[in-house]
T-cell receptor, first 110, second 108 residues
Framework: GQQVQQSPASLVLQEGENAELQCNFS?????MQWFYQRPGGSLVSLFY???GTKHSGRLTSTTVIKERRSSLHISSSQTTDSGTYLC????????????FGAGTRLKVIA | AQTIHQWPVAEIKAVGSPLSLGCTIK??????LYWYWQATGGTLQQLFY??????VESVVQLNLSASRPKDDQFILSTEKLLLSHSGFYLC???????FGAGTRLSVL
């Protein structure tokens, strides 16, 4: 079955609105990352967050290991936040195999 | 500063032709290296990983091969391209995962 599930699949926001993106895992979690994929395809690492809460500007990542979930909160969205948000985690001992979710496609309109 | 340089930026190739994509790592000693592939509109899939020079493990079979001739270099190649090879190829290191800018491949 799918090891990483992201929701929602897509989201449209009015500029200034907040968003909550979810990532759920079927395997044990020992580290996970959130990425932003630009429309051109390149990936930017947003958070490396094994557990707890981390902040970066308007972004907050919260990972709860025992519940096998992680969330990415975007506050006061801007049109430049548009793109795809991906979560990923290693799924084998040694952390050499990483699995990505299908992503949340975010569109922020002015 | 740690950087990943991928080449070429984009390729348009004919079915049946050979392919070689590369990436060079700067500023990180003995990294774990990865090749990922993403079909248009698809999910990122890990193709290969390497934890040391000369050793490469395949994760997904796509009629591609990979080699790590130097600690800071990772090569993806095939002798005969298929239409299904089209997509976006990304090189990365870990931990944590950090990606290069990618190579967009169109096979016609």
């Amino acid at each position: 079955g799918q090891q990483v599930q992201q929701s929602p699949a897509s989201l449209v926001l009015q500029e200034g609105e907040n968003a909550e993106l979810q990532c759920n895992f079927s395997t044990s979690l020992n580290s996970m990352q959130w990425f932003y994929q630009r429309p051109g395809g390149s990936l930017v690492s947003l958070f490396y967050n094994p557990s707890g809460t981390k902040h970066s500007g308007r972004l907050t990542s919260t990972t709860v290991i025992k519940e096998r979930r992680s969330s990415l909160h975007i506050s006061s969205s801007q049109t430049t936040d548009s793109g795809t948000y991906l979560c990923a985690l290693p799924v084998n001992t040694g952390n050499y195999k990483y699995v990505f979710g299908a992503g949340t496609r975010l569109k922020v309109i002015a | 500063a740690q950087t990943i340089h991928q080449w070429p930026v984009a390729e348009i190739k004919a079915v049946g032709s050979p392919l070689s994509l590369g990436c060079t790592i700067k500023g990180k000693s003995s990294p774990n290296l990865y090749w990922y592939w993403q079909a248009t509109g698809g999910t990122l899939q890990q193709l290969f990983y390497s934890i040391t020079v000369g050793q490469v493990e395949s994760v997904v079979q796509l009629n591609l091969s990979a080699s790590r001739p130097k600690d800071d270099q990772f090569i993806l190649s095939t002798e005969k391209l298929l239409l299904s090879h089209s997509g976006f190829y990304l090189c990365a290191w870990s931990p944590p995962l950090y990606f290069g800018a990618g190579t967009r491949l169109s096979v016609l």
